[in-house]
């Protein structure tokens, strides 16, 4: 069994798996119709189910190793703006990160694996996820049993900075742990032509959004790499009335646990002690979201001996600052996190992620099954 013939044999249905759940998204934890549909094939090709939640384990063969291959299914409430035939059909809802895309690259290396299961000396686990996008959704499959008995995982994210066709390989830190934070700066409101009768939060706030932005460039080891970003801010009314809140929201990024600690910790330090300064209050919200994706190097490795095995392009991908909760199961299972590049400018797919004319080019959509497809067979040779 080839696994690129395989799934180069199946590419048209992988695109219109593609197509059909990017007509209709879900966001996160909504995801009813989409599993729904995978559950029904993986049943059919004699998977065994586990619901959890919108979320689905399914288990085929037998053996003492076990992989698991894990693809996210949740939407954004993005309005899409593509003019394309497969255009999003839900009002304020977008597959705009490439989730469709991940669900239907794994829903066909399911179908391969299924057809070849006597070739797999083990256990092949697919783990459909949902809630990627803010909701941890990867802590609850967890909760469900996603990693029971799992020897190693492997998950796949199409991606906008590699070339099309490319599988971007790295060892260690990969994407970046995340948090956000909020500051609710409480003054004193009043007329906007008596300001000393005030105690005016707006001035605090912008105190507040340049101070923070000293955390990284004084607070942090220059030889490390933080982010912290202010990206919203909502106060006032109108212009005669100076309010007396205002309200600061934000993210912030790391690739160390011991520098994500000094992010938090300046963060409220600096909230309060401005808002302090000046006579006001803060109340001040500081939480992690997930964790840094760290790829296992030995597991790396292997991708990349597998990658060249079967002939598939690779290459290394640069770490981002994004964050991806797959990083829950590599805390818990030795594995990696892998990119299929899919920027090709001849057909304008160029926007990134999160965007509304975010795309994928569709056409190398089954080199990542026949990735995920070989993962698994060379793993339980």
């Given amino acids: 069994m080839d696994p690129v013939k395989e799934a180069e044999r199946i590419k048209d249905q992988i ?3 593609r197509r059909d759940f990017h007509m209709w998204p879900e966001l996160k934890y909504e995801e009813e119709r989409t599993s729904k549909i995978v559950e029904e094939h993986l049943r059919e090709w004699g ?15 037998e053996g003492e190793k076990t992989i698991a291959l894990r693809a996210d299914m949740d939407a954004l409430p993005v309005q899409e703006e593509n003019d394309v035939p497969y255009k999003s059909r839900v009002p304020g809802k977008m597959h705009a990160c490439g989730h469709d895309a991940h669900t239907a690259m794994l829903l066909g290396a399911g179908k391969i694996i299924a057809e070849h299961i006597d070739e797999f000396n083990g256990r092949v686990r697919l783990v459909f996820q949902p809630a990627e996008e803010g ?8 909760e469900g049993g996603a990693l029971k008995g799992v020897d190693a995982i492997f998950g796949f994210h199409v ?16 994407l970046a742990g995340a948090g956000f934070f909020e500051a609710k700066i409480i003054g004193k409101g009043g007329h906007g032509a008596s300001p000393h009768e005030t105690v005016d939060p707006i001035p605090i706030a912008s105190e507040i959004v340049l101070a923070l932005q000293t955390v990284v460039s004084r607070n942090v080891d220059p030889k490390e790499t933080a982010v912290v970003s202010v990206t919203a801010i909502n106060g006032g009314t109108t212009f005669n ?25 300046r963060i409220k330090e600096i909230a309060e002690g401005v808002s302090s300064a000046h006579g006001a209050k803060a109340k001040v919200s500081v939480q992690d979201l997930t964790p840094p994706t760290i790829n296992d190097p030995d597991m790396a490795q292997f991708a990349r001996e597998v990658a060249e095995k079967y002939g598939l392009r690779h290459g290394e991908v640069p770490p981002t600052m994004g964050a991806e909760d797959f990083a829950y199961y590599l805390q818990r299972v030795p594995g990696a996190f892998l990119a299929l590049g899919i920027r090709n400018e001849e057909k304008g797919i160029v926007y990134p992620h999160h965007h509304p004319k975010f795309d994928v080019d569709e056409d190398v959509l089954h080199l990542g099954t026949a990735m995920e497809v070989a993962l698994a067979r060379e793993f339980l040779r």
């Fill in 135 to 142: 909701g941890n959704g990867a802590l609850k499959m967890i």
């Fill in 241 to 265: 009335v100076i309010p007396e809140k205002v309200s600061l929201k934000g993210t912030f990024r790391f690739y160390k646990n011991e520098v994500g600690d000094i992010l938090k910790k």
């Fill in 159 to 174: 991606w906008m900075d590699l070339p099309s066709g490319v599988i971007g390989i790295r060892e260690g830190p990969f």
């Fill in 47 to 61: 998977y065994r189910i586990k619901r959890v939640g919108t979320g689905i384990i399914a288990d085929i063969g």
């Fill in 15 to 17: 695109i219109a798996w």
